[in-house]
C-alpha cells in the first residue's frame, strides 16, 4: 500500500531517477515539450526538499512516486484565460508529480493524500498531457482555463473542491455543544472515567479558557452551520516553543470523511502563525482512529513527559511543524 511522506536529502538520487523515467515516458505518449529532459532541474528538487514541500509515496523502504504541495498563493494562477476559478478560498497546488511506472495509482494516491487535508486543490497541466488531462477529470477535477507561467508558456488549469465546511473561533454559545461532543467521544471510547477530561468541570466552560494569544479552540461547522467538530491548541511549557494538541473530535456524521487530517492540518498552521516550532499531544490506546490520523500525519511517538495532567493518557507524541 502506497504512503506518502516527506522527501529527504537521501531520497534526492531516488526522486531525479523518478523524473527522469517521467520525462521518457512523457515524450513516448506524445508530450515532447511539457518537460523535455530539462524539467525539473536538480536545483529545483533540492529547494523542494529544503523547503519542505517535496513529497514522495512509498511502498515500505521503496519510492515510486514524487510531487510538490504547494500553500499559499501561486502568482502564476492570479489570471485566468478563458474561465475562472470556482473560488477565491485558500487553495493548495500540486507541481511536478511524477511516477516510476512500476505501480499503479500515483495520482489517485497523491490526490487522496492532499484531500485529507483541505477541500480546495489546484493544478496545471500541458496541453499535450492526455495522460494527466484524463487522470485529473477522472478524480473529479474541472478544467477552469489557460494560465501562464512565468516564462509565457500556456497551461490548462483544473481545480477540486470538496465539502463545504468552515472553521471558526470557539463562542460562548458553543460551549454546551462542544461539551457534549467531547463526552460523548469518551463515553464510546470507555473513556468516561476518571483521569481524563470528562469530568474536567472547565469542560463546560472552554470559551471563558481559550481565546489567547497562546491559546485558542476553534469549533468546524458545516454547510449548514451545525457544529461538527472542534480542535485546539495551548502552550506547553514543559517542551521549547511547543504547543499542545488538544481536544480533537468530531460528530459522529462526520468520521470517516477526511475531516480529522484536515482538523490537524488547520490547527498545525494556528500554531505556527503564534509562533510554534513543534507540536505535542496526548492520547489513548483506546482512541484508535485518533492514534491512525496522528500517525499518518506525521507525529512520532515520545516517552511519557512527568506533566501530564490527565493520569489516564497513555499515549504521546511530537511533531516538528
Request: glycine residues 10%; hydrophobic residues 35%.
Amino acid at each position: 500500500m502506497l504512503q506518502v511522506r516527506k522527501g529527504t536529502e537521501e531520497d534526492f538520487d531516488t526522486v531525479m531517477g523518478i523524473y527522469r523515467t517521467a520525462q521518457d515516458f512523457m515524450i513516448s505518449t506524445g508530450n515532447p515539450n511539457q518537460w523535455k529532459h530539462s524539467h525539473p532541474t536538480e536545483e529545483q528538487i533540492k529547494e523542494d526538499i529544503e523547503k519542505g514541500i517535496c513529497h514522495v509515496l512509498c511502498e515500505g523502504n521503496e519510492i515510486h512516486g514524487v510531487f510538490a504541495l504547494c500553500e499559499g498563493i501561486d502568482p502564476t494562477y492570479l489570471y485566468v484565460e478563458g474561465g475562472e476559478w470556482l473560488n477565491d478560498d485558500p487553495y493548495i497546488t500540486i507541481h511536478r508529480i511524477a511516477g516510476d511506472q512500476k505501480v499503479h495509482g500515483i495520482f489517485k494516491c497523491a490526490i487522496d493524500y492532499c484531500r485529507k487535508f483541505v477541500d480546495n486543490i489546484r493544478i496545471d497541466t500541458h496541453k499535450d498531457n492526455k495522460v494527466m488531462q484524463n487522470a485529473l477529470k477522472k478524480n473529479g477535477f474541472s478544467r477552469r482555463g489557460i494560465i501562464y507561467l512565468k516564462n509565457g508558456d500556456p497551461r490548462i488549469a483544473f481545480q477540486w473542491c470538496g465539502g463545504k465546511t468552515v472553521f471558526r473561533e470557539l463562542a460562548e454559545r458553543d460551549d454546551a455543544v462542544v461539551a457534549r461532543l467531547v463526552r460523548s467521544n469518551l463515553e464510546k471510547a470507555g473513556l468516561d472515567i476518571p483521569g481524563t477530561v470528562y469530568f474536567d468541570k472547565a469542560l463546560d466552560h472552554l470559551s471563558g479558557i481559550y481565546g489567547k494569544a497562546d491559546s485558542r479552540y476553534f469549533v468546524l461547522e458545516d454547510g449548514a452551520g451545525r457544529v461538527i467538530g472542534g480542535i485546539g491548541f495551548a502552550d506547553f511549557p514543559h517542551m521549547e516553543n511547543t504547543a499542545e494538541l488538544q481536544k480533537l473530535y468530531l460528530d459522529d456524521t462526520a468520521k470517516g470523511s477526511g475531516l480529522g487530517y484536515k482538523m490537524v492540518y488547520f490547527i498545525e498552521e494556528q500554531m505556527r502563525k503564534a509562533g510554534y516550532t513543534r507540536s505535542y499531544l496526548e492520547t489513548h490506546d483506546n482512541l484508535k482512529t485518533a492514534i491512525h490520523i496522528y500517525e499518518n500525519s506525521g507525529y512520532k511517538e515520545t516517552d511519557r513527559p512527568a506533566e501530564v495532567v490527565h493520569g489516564t493518557m497513555n499515549r504521546f507524541f511530537v511533531k516538528d511543524l
